[in-house]
């Protein structure tokens, strides 16, 4: 091999290394498409625009989502991080708004149990449930307002509820206990088995305690929904999802678009 063929044989070789590192270690499809795909939820990519340290945990969040369940559960994760990270410091009025439109969208599902159950593991994208479209309207106007409200509030200095596991474990006790109505032996149960919970019986705890939550003084309401709402993005969507599209009738948007 002639010299020059050798300097071109590593030069070459270079090059090719080059372009791998830069594969492997580049910013994936997603990233790159992040600020594009997120422009479509207009509140989020604002939020996203102001916040830097906000938009990378969108991004991580949601590409792990995708990653694992496709467009579906990163919008799914995209709204529980909003949940998480913004609604929770939303005034006590925006809080309780989105507490009522939650029950009456509850009430509405309590008919279809496997779309009641679907909605309280996975929450709602437009198009799911049609037959709560207007409650689920009204539901996504309702997080709008809160999500904006607790934007603005936490720019503002307002500071977030916090609460421990152990209290997070005696709100929920104290809420299937009443005042409007208690848990029942075999709701408890199917709450406690999660994704393999008797969708009739999830329905009707979730209505009961909701109805209990919402019977309660306005100002402890929202204290309450902000604490239940904090941890809201710890659900493995991608998981979750897996298993309830396995169910017919879940009424659920599982074609990943």
């Given at each position: 091999?002639?010299r020059?063929s050798?300097?071109?044989?590593?030069?070459?070789?270079?090059?090719?290394?080059n372009?791998?590192?830069?594969?492997?270690?580049?910013?994936?499809?997603?990233?790159?498409?992040?600020?594009?795909?997120?422009?479509?939820?207009?509140?989020?990519?604002?939020?996203a625009?102001?916040?830097?340290?906000?938009?990378?945990?969108?991004?991580?969040?949601?590409?792990g989502?995708?990653?694992?369940?496709?467009?579906?559960?990163?919008?799914?994760?995209l709204?529980?991080?909003?949940?998480?990270?913004?609604?929770?410091?939303?005034?006590?009025?925006?809080?309780?708004?989105?507490?009522?439109?939650?029950?009456?969208?509850?009430?509405?599902?309590?008919?279809?149990?496997?779309?009641?159950?679907?909605?309280?593991?996975?929450?709602?994208?437009?198009?799911?449930?049609?037959?709560?479209?207007?409650?689920?309207?009204?539901?996504?106007?309702?997080?709008?307002?809160?999500?904006?409200?607790?934007?603005?509030?936490?720019?503002?200095?307002?500071?977030?509820t916090?609460?421990?596991?152990?209290?997070?474990?005696?709100?929920?006790?104290?809420?299937?206990?009443?005042?409007?109505?208690?848990?029942?032996?075999?709701e408890?149960?199917?709450?406690?088995?999660y994704?393999?919970?008797?969708?009739?019986?999830?329905?009707?705890?979730?209505?009961?305690?909701?109805?209990?939550?919402?019977?309660?003084?306005?100002?402890?309401?929202?204290?309450?929904?902000r604490?239940?709402?904090?941890?809201?993005?710890?659900?493995?969507?991608?998981?979750?999802?897996?298993?309830?599209?396995?169910?017919?009738?879940?009424?659920?948007?599982?074609?990943?678009?």
């Amino acid at each position: 091999m002639t010299r020059r063929s050798i300097l071109l044989f590593v030069a070459v070789t270079l090059l090719a290394g080059n372009l791998v590192y830069v594969h492997l270690t580049g910013p994936s499809a997603f990233a790159r498409d992040f600020d594009q795909n997120i422009a479509r939820f207009p509140l989020a990519a604002s939020i996203a625009r102001n916040d830097p340290n906000l938009r990378d945990v969108f991004l991580r969040r949601t590409e792990g989502a995708f990653n694992e369940g496709g467009w579906r559960a990163a919008k799914g994760a995209l709204n529980m991080i909003l949940a998480a990270e913004m609604e929770v410091y939303a005034d006590d009025e925006h809080i309780n708004a989105v507490g009522r439109a939650e029950l009456a969208a509850l009430l509405k599902l309590a008919s279809n149990p496997l779309a009641c159950k679907s909605y309280l593991l996975a929450g709602f994208e437009r198009g799911e449930f049609r037959e709560a479209a207007q409650e689920f309207a009204d539901l996504a106007s309702a997080h709008g307002a809160a999500i904006k409200n607790g934007f603005e509030r936490k720019v503002n200095g307002v500071a977030r509820t916090q609460a421990s596991d152990a209290e997070i474990i005696a709100i929920e006790r104290q809420l299937g206990l009443g005042p409007f109505a208690e848990l029942t032996r075999q709701e408890l149960g199917a709450q406690a088995k999660y994704l393999g919970g008797n969708p009739d019986r999830m329905c009707s705890a979730a209505i009961k305690k909701q109805l209990n939550l919402l019977s309660g003084d306005s100002r402890d309401v929202a204290h309450v929904s902000r604490i239940r709402r904090a941890g809201s993005d710890k659900i493995d969507i991608a998981a979750v999802l897996a298993k309830l599209c396995r169910e017919p009738g879940n009424g659920l948007s599982c074609d990943g678009t």
